[in-house]
């Protein structure tokens, strides 16, 4: 009996130091996990949860390092300013979710998605040549799809898109591309149509980022 009493002693003891000895360390798991969630949502824009600038920028740059085909989309919201003044900013709120989500799943699980700020949205993807045309074609109809509301009103949406690839700017430096794939858009603003840079879209002088239109080099997408 006493042999049993002084090895349930043992197990005793042996159970409380291993259970002690684990609560720090289920105490560092749990502020892991917390630390992690948090890095994460600085990573994300809370609205949309679209990665934000800088972690866009950097995952987009792995991508244009790694392969070549890849084409760079700017997509700017069309009239988002009169959505938010007519029918609320909870409206604005959710067209911009709804465009993210459009975007992400045009895009898929690989791409690099980010909101750029407001109702500028950038997506660098892998994507062929030969499949180029098609795929902003679609794009482009995804963001000129009514968006239902919770309440049941709809609204009418739609969105400027300009692109640019490696090969029609001669660069795979992301700050060209995306400069060109601006100039792009803004050659097509308002049109319903996607249109892809050339090599002279890099050299359009801009204002605050942005500048006037001219004539593009290929239109694609929605006709006006």
Known sequence: ??????????FGQRA??????????TGWAVHAVALHKRLAATR???????????SYTARARRLLARHDDVAVVLVDQDHFKAVND??????????????AARLTAW????ASVGRL????????LELPAERLEQRLAQLVRMLHTPIALDDGRTVDVGASVGAATPNAVGSHDLSLLQR???????????????ILAARQHVTV????????????????????
């Open 117 to 124: 700020g407001g109702d500028e949205f950038a997506v660098v």
């Open 107 to 110: 895009a898929g699980p690989r």
């Open 1 to 10: 009996m006493d042999s049993v009493l002084r090895a349930q002693a043992r």
């Open 86 to 99: 007519t029918m609320g900013h909870a409206a604005g709120d959710a067209v911009l979710a709804a465009t």
């Open 44 to 54: 994300r824009d809370p609205l949309t949860g679209l990665l934000r600038r800088d």
């Open 205 to 224: 002088p801009s204002i605050n980022g942005r500048r006037a239109g001219r004539p593009g080099t290929s239109v694609w997408g929605r006709a006006a």
């Open 180 to 194: 060109a794939a601006d100039a792009a858009l803004y050659d097509g603003k308002h049109t319903g149509r996607a």
């Open 16 to 25: 409380l130091l291993l259970t002690t000895a684990a609560l720090p360390l």
